[in-house]
């Protein structure tokens, strides 16, 4: 590679977890408990964040909002918000080892950007606590990164390009646009655009799409494609440079993206 040097992946929807589903179920149970109803896309929507601030997130949603007003008789307060990130944490964690298998083409692509000199890094919205949990199961299972962070080891998480940085000094990369960010979700786009960085968002796994493999397999192909391509547009609004279906395009996306005079981002 002539100017790209490392690519840092997201882990949960883009590199493990297809469709992102580990902690999807535990938001809905956690505002559950308090009798507030949340739809499974108000629940993807933040997702990536550092969980409290997905959690935060959630209770500011107006719709959210109201409902919990409506039945708890107050607006959601940064204690309550506290609480439910102290459950939602215990929950996850019981749960994570079940959600720690690599998204089809994963090992693959990685052993290939390997092959062409790139050093793998990673951000997540997942703690220190649970990264943990899930770095060595992913390991056993073949998939792992040279350098990974959690959203609680830097000030803050994204949309901020910290995690970010803290890989570039880890894999001694520099200047940032020499680093490709991948992604599956709005959020990620945002963090590797804010740290100056060739951003790419993957369609197929994703949060954003929200589907399992089966479901993938079993919808009908004009369904798939339409929900595919709203799934695109939304990466792209973020900021993504490139939007790819699956990670299995990945190479011969940076391969091209090496091809390009460098610039600043």
């Not at 990369?173 to 991948?182: A, E, I, S, Y």
């Not at 968002?201 to 009908?220: A, N």
Request: net charge negative; proline share 5%; charged share 30%.
């Amino acid at each position: 590679m002539a100017n790209i040097e490392g690519i840092i992946f997201d882990w949960a929807g883009t590199t493990i977890d297809y469709g992102c589903f580990a902690p999807l179920n535990v938001f809905l149970e956690v505002f559950k408990k308090r009798d507030v109803d949340i739809t499974l896309e108000e629940a993807r929507e933040p997702m990536g964040m550092l969980k409290i601030d997905h959690i935060r997130t959630l209770t500011e949603m107006p719709r959210v909002r109201n409902e919990w007003i409506t039945k708890t008789g107050k607006a959601p307060t940064e204690q309550d918000v506290i609480e439910m990130n102290d459950d939602f944490e215990r929950t996850l964690i019981e749960n994570l080892p079940d959600f720690t298998t690599p998204i089809p083409g994963v090992i693959e692509t990685i052993q290939a950007l390997r092959d062409r000199g790139l050093k793998i890094g990673s951000t997540t919205g997942y703690t220190k606590e649970m990264i943990e949990i899930v770095y060595p199961r992913a390991k056993e299972k073949g998939y792992s990164p040279d350098f990974y962070i959690a959203s609680d080891e830097v000030k803050s998480g994204r949309p901020y390009p910290w995690m970010c940085y803290q890989n570039a000094m880890e894999l001694e990369v520099f200047p940032m646009n020499r680093l490709v960010k991948v992604g599956d979700t709005k959020i990620d786009m945002e963090e590797g655009r804010n740290a100056g960085m060739w951003t790419v968002g993957i369609v197929l796994g994703s949060s954003t799409l929200g589907l399992s493999e089966e479901e993938v397999k079993g919808l009908d192909p004009a369904m798939l494609e339409e929900k595919m391509k709203s799934v695109r547009k939304k990466l792209f609004d973020a900021g993504a440079h490139y939007v790819i279906d699956s990670i299995h395009e990945l190479v011969s996306v940076v391969e091209e993206i090496d091809k390009k005079e460098l610039v600043v981002l």
